[in-house]
């Protein structure tokens, strides 16, 4: 079992010395596509906490303020749609296999 773990590792690692960011997002435009990436990512997690916020400074009734939370979640996944139209598979693919790496690093800690 222990092998397995260490097998599939080297391998994580392989692909991620193949496939750079910076390889990747080589233009002004994929770079611009990437910051609204990272723009979606913020919008989708956090669509709860800034739907609140912008419907408590406005002063907004709860039911309106589901509808904003809906419609920032909304605009944050035709974003991230949008923007993997034009990025392509393999972007998301290197922040999928750099998160594992990520987070099997934390609980090899733990």
Do not use: H
Request: hydrophobic share 45%.
């Amino acid at each position: 079992m222990a092998t397995k773990d260490k097998s599939a590792e080297t391998k994580t690692e392989a692909i991620l010395e193949t496939r750079t960011l910076k390889g990747l997002i080589n233009t002004p435009f994929k770079k611009a596509m990437f910051v609204i990436q990272i723009i979606s990512y913020v919008l989708i997690v956090g669509s709860p906490l800034i739907g609140g916020a912008i419907g408590g400074l406005i002063g907004l009734k709860a039911t309106k303020i589901g509808g904003l939370i809906l419609g920032i979640f909304i605009t944050g996944e035709v974003l991230f749609y949008g923007s993997l139209a034009f990025l392509g598979k393999e972007v998301v693919l290197l922040i999928r296999d750099k998160m594992k790496v990520w987070f099997k690093r934390r609980k090899r800690n733990s």
